[in-house]
């Protein structure tokens, strides 16, 4: 049992390039969420997505954008990246009971260094 | 001001000790409380839930919350080196936007 899947799990980029974060998800769970871990600042939401075909922004979405692309997976997309986009992205789901309480089953991350 | 304030330690204590820690928060519309425990390069794992005021307990690990001075704990008895990691308070007011604690890593010595 997966639980939640990110790829790519490391990834070096320079400035201006793009790339693609992937999640999956095989817990049948409605919602799905995207935060950055920073030292000292803990998980900050950047997008959710409540429910298929839809998504809506969190804390910090800028320079941000994702897709649900069905039930199961939700990308994350960073268009021309910068340094203070070095971080390590978690991507999370829930029930819908799960999203109302927090009640959140991560992923083990994907470590973005923007060179 | 932070919504959620935790020290980030590094705390450590023996094996065997009991080990508190705690978060303090400003909003008082929050009513769901977590605790979730990450381990080094690894995802955050939800210990302990919480709904309003009041203590949980599961085996050695329990759960408080105080609302009227707006401060939630965890305390873990007997602790083991298995214990180990980084511990986020997490809360919610019901919907998707979950706040989180910055994290009190935890060190137990055998």
């Known amino acids: 049992n997966a639980g939640v899947t990110q790829t790519p799990k490391f990834q070096v980029l320079k400035t201006g390039q793009s790339m693609t974060l992937q999640c999956a998800q095989d817990m049948n769970h409605n919602s799905m969420y995207w935060y950055r871990q920073d030292p000292g600042m803990g998980l900050r939401l950047i997008y959710y997505s409540a429910s298929e075909g839809t998504t809506d922004k969190g804390e910090v979405p800028n320079g941000y954008n994702v897709s649900r692309l069905n039930k199961r997976e939700f990308s994350l997309r960073l268009e021309s990246a910068a340094p203070s986009q070095t971080s390590v992205y978690f991507c999370a789901s829930s029930s819908r009971g799960g999203a109302n309480t927090g009640e959140l089953f991560f992923g083990e991350g994907s470590r973005l260094t923007v060179l | 001001q932070k919504e959620v304030e935790q020290d980030p330690g590094p705390l450590s204590v023996p094996e065997g000790a009991i080990v508190s820690l705690n978060c303090t928060y400003s909003?008082?519309?929050?009513?769901?409380f977590m605790w979730y425990r990450q381990y080094s390069r690894k995802g955050p794992e939800l210990l302990m839930y919480t709904y309003s005021s009041g203590n949980k307990e599961d085996g050695r690990f329990t759960a408080q919350v105080d609302k009227s001075s707006k401060y939630i704990s965890l305390f873990i008895r007997d602790s083991q080196p298995s214990d180990s990691a980084t511990y986020l308070c997490a809360m919610s007011r019901g919907g998707f936007k979950t706040i989180f604690g910055a994290g009190t890593r935890l060190f137990v010595k055998a």
């Open positions: 909003n008082s519309a929050f009513q769901y």
